[in-house]
């Protein structure tokens, strides 16, 4: 026991003194979160709304103080005329704009069809659909409060976005920056510090030593285990605390879940170091290997629903898919393990397997 | 048979699917002895000495090191051996009296053994200044004794040194030579590879290894004597040239150069 402790003191001198590899593991998932936070939203803010009232009225008047109201507009120009319109567009200095018909008011009072036009700059089409789809919710909002003697009868469909209501995305990234984060510090560091020791030759030393295997592994992972976790529970902790991100379900099941994809990413780095000798090479194998697949096949950035089927299916053995979905579904909908027996069994599978893979490939490479 | 012998090897092989890296090796180094192990690249002595050390399991044959089986004891093996490489196995970023302390505790020693046999250490090798030194501070030179020393520190009785001294100074390698010296007077069995042949005069006894198997063996100058040549270095370009006229090299022929290529790689 003397000599593990001695091999996690000794991993825990090197954590400790490689200052360049300690900034990242502290300063990385701090400034993650808040990259991904701010940065990197799908939620429209400060839409720079253009408005034409040839003829401002009462309507005109009430509408456009409710699209002043809903926070997420900001009035650049009034203007009688739609012609300046394509310059503002072309500027860029209008996202959107509202065009109304002369005479709105009168015409909604004789109950004729009245004109309104919704335009949206759609260069970025995400972008430029939510833009249309809030100014239609405003409208919306505006009929079914209007006096029903003004007009036919209207049809207002009603659209909830559950879950997230506010559409906050960044209640969406903060699952995936975890799985990502954790890729990070456990598959990256532990196949660098592994190859850092094949490079140097002291894991020769290790192995010729009366040390077992598994004394050598454990030695080697528990330290990063540990960072990991720790670097789940700062995530956490910083996404409530500056983005208010909701954790409706169990806190523990959350960080259990963490600790089963932390071992699987720490397999993949032991995996990845014992098919390599050169930390160069360890660097590139885990970042294409494990990094690449987290960002892209997790549905962390981009959604596996409208994914071509091969990608879909490829992303089944990424196992930062099945721990996003957990922890998303543990933060934003509050479900427990009744709900999420099948993610989390795919990830105890997995870790299972990869834990014996990597043991043995660390056995293996003792027979080349 | 085993009384008096440190290493005894009878008819050692090891096989990589259908490749030979150490074909039927057979030799034995005495308790104190000075053993240097010689050989090209890739003429299987690295395979051979993981086997020895219990890293590799045997294909076939037997060997015996500090009285116990390779293949069926390795795990007592390593705790009688110690071993250091040309990349000295030293943690870079630890202190000396760190590393020390790793390896004390690694095998196990205890605490007051650990500060004992390091003061003493630090007082031979003249370091006792450079204890809370990081090792990346210190010489290539002191480092490369410290390694020997810390791989002595569990008082093996048989220290495997794979090219200890490539890299250094002459002066440095001639004090090396001195603690092997030192060692095995006081019974460390010692079992030395070199690419330096002077170093090979150094030694009890030498083997050279042609293509997985023994091509030479003896004391040094019985080798020369019987051989005809004025050094060992002579000798082993003459015996470790591929299409080199020695009768040895005929008897383990029968590999293509393309394998005796492979086997650099393998090793």
């Known amino acids: 026991m003397s000599a593990l402790a001695g091999l996690l003191r000794k991993e825990v001198y090197h954590i400790l003194r490689d200052r360049r590899t300690l900034i990242v593991i502290i300063v990385l998932p701090v400034l993650q979160v808040i990259i991904f936070g701010y940065a990197i939203r799908t939620d429209v803010d400060h839409v720079r709304l253009a408005i034409v009232d040839p003829a401002p009225d009462t309507v005109t008047l009430a509408i456009r103080a409710r699209f002043n109201a809903a926070g997420v507009f ?71 409060e209007a006096p029903p003697s003004r007009g036919a009868v209207h049809i207002v469909p009603s659209v909830r976005m559950r879950f997230n209501p506010t559409r906050e995305s960044s209640n969406l990234f903060v699952p995936g920056l975890m799985a990502f984060v954790l890729t990070i510090i456990s598959s990256l560091m532990t196949a660098i510090s592994l190859t850092r020791e094949k490079e140097t030759g002291t894991l020769e030393a290790l192995l010729v030593s009366p040390l077992r295997p598994w004394q050598i592994i454990v030695g080697k992972v528990a330290p990063y285990l540990v960072v990991g976790f720790a670097s789940v529970v700062g995530v956490i902790f910083e996404a409530r605390l500056v983005f208010h991100v909701p954790l409706r379900g169990s806190l ?70 099945w721990f996003v979905l957990v922890a998303r579904s543990v933060m934003l909908k509050g479900v427990g393990l009744a709900y999420l027996w099948q993610p989390t069994l795919v990830l105890l599978v997995m870790a299972l397997v990869l834990l014996t893979a990597s043991t043995r490939a660390f056995h293996e490479r003792l027979d080349q | 048979m085993t009384g008096d012998l440190a290493i005894d090897v009878q008819d050692l092989t090891r096989r990589f699917g259908a490749f030979t890296a150490v074909g039927g090796i057979t030799f034995n180094v005495r308790v104190g002895e000075v053993f240097g192990f010689l050989g090209a690249n890739g003429a299987g002595k690295t395979t051979a000495i993981r086997m020895l050390t219990g890293l590799l399991a045997p294909s076939s044959g037997r060997a015996t090191v500090a009285g116990h089986d390779v293949a069926r004891d ?98 440095t390698r001639r004090q090396f030579w001195e603690l092997i010296y030192d060692a095995a007077a006081a019974g460390t069995t010692v079992l030395v590879t070199t690419h330096y042949m002077d170093e090979a005069e150094y030694c009890d006894r030498i083997s050279i290894m042609v293509d997985g198997r023994i091509g030479a063996m003896g004391t040094p100058a019985e080798l020369k004597r019987d051989f005809r040549v004025s050094s060992i270095d002579d000798l082993f370009v003459q015996l470790a040239r591929p299409s080199g006229s020695s009768q040895e090299i005929r008897r383990s022929g029968g590999q293509t150069l393309q394998e005796t290529r492979r086997s650099g790689d393998l090793s």
């Open chain 1, 74 to 144: 900001q009035d650049v120009a009034l203007v009688p005329r739609i012609e300046p319109l394509e310059d503002l567009f072309r500027r860029g200095a209008a996202q959107g704009a509202l065009v109304f018909e002369a005479g709105f008011a009168e015409r909604l009072a004789r109950g004729l069809p009245s004109g309104l036009l919704i335009i949206a700059d759609a260069t970025e089409p995400n972008t430029g659909s939510i833009v249309a789809s809030y100014a239609t919710a405003v409208i919306q909002g505006y009929q079914q």
């Open chain 1, 252 to 321: 523990s099941l959350l960080l259990i879940e963490g600790i089963v994809f932390i071992l699987v990413s720490l397999s993949l780095g032991i995996l990845i170091s014992a098919r390599t000798s050169s930390q160069r090479v360890a660097m590139m194998g885990a970042l294409i290997g494990t990094m690449l697949p987290t960002m892209l096949l997790s549905g962390f950035i981009f959604p596996l629903e409208s994914m071509p089927w091969p990608l879909q299916a490829i992303s089944v053995v990424v196992p930062a898919r």
């Open chain 2, 74 to 171: 390795a795990e007592r093996v390593k705790r009688d051996i110690g071993y250091m490489s040309q990349k000295f196995s030293l943690y870079e970023d630890l202190t000396v009296r760190e590393n020390i302390t790793l390896y004390g505790g690694i095998y196990d020693l205890r605490d007051r053994d650990i500060r004992d046999r390091s003061a003493r250490m630090l007082a031979n090798l003249e370091l006792e200044h450079a204890a809370d030194q990081f090792v990346r501070a210190i010489p290539l030179g002191w480092r490369q004794k410290l390694a020997f020393s810390v791989a002595l520190l569990h008082q093996p009785r048989v220290v495997f040194l794979d090219e200890p001294t490539s890299g250094v100074d002459p002066i």
